[in-house]
């Protein structure tokens, strides 16, 4: 089976053409960062202002939520829904990316959150006494202190999403799940077993992307601090409302 699955990962034919790897790759990545983009544009902000404020922390335990709802379910109800009031490919990608969307912005809300919460108050408060704004506080201090706890969360949605983003297939989205859908559908398991190793493979290779930038945005002090300050309540990503 290592050999059949070797085979069909080397065979030039499957790296060429509208259902070449390449191009399927490139349908994966796309949805992945339109849908990483669209999360973070939603759950950073509002994340910001949970943890500022204090207020809405039931956003945090109704977003996760979400998460029970199975992938594949939710993504036939939104293409029923949406396929007849959207144009061409637009009926099969939109609905994908709704779903992703949805899957990404828990992580990632409360990452953010959970930065934001776990911030010193002494270091608001001085930050108050030196005549910042609010705002300047927010993105001057909080947030730069929230870093590390926002970028694990990142790297959590984004491991989710690569995954999830398989499910596209199912209703002719293209992306790698195509792969496994397809191979499925004729019984030729090497190329479901491929097409789960590429998955695996991408998965891994921009996770390591994501821990290099960790290391390349966060300032050493805070990862030290982070790290040593693991046990203390409010700063698991995993967080929600006090």
Known sequence: MIALIWAWLTDPAHWSGPDGIPLRLGEHLSYCLYALTAATLIAVPLGLWIGHTGRARWLITSTNAVRAVPSLGLLFVMQILLSTNLPGGAAFVVPSLIVLVLLAVP???AGTYAGVDAV?????????????????IVFGVELPCALPLLLSGLRSATLQVIGTATIAAYVSAGGLGAYLSEGLAIGDYPMVA??????????????ALLAVLTVVLVSPGLRTLRGSHRSRPGTDISATAK
Request: glycine share 14%.
């Open 120 to 136: 010193d108050p002494a270091v608001r408060d001085a930050a108050h006494g030196m005549g910042m704004t609010r705002t300047q």
């Open 107 to 109: 992580p990632l809300l």
């Open 194 to 207: 491929g097409g789960a190793i590429l998955v695996a493979a991408l998965a891994l290779g921009v996770d």
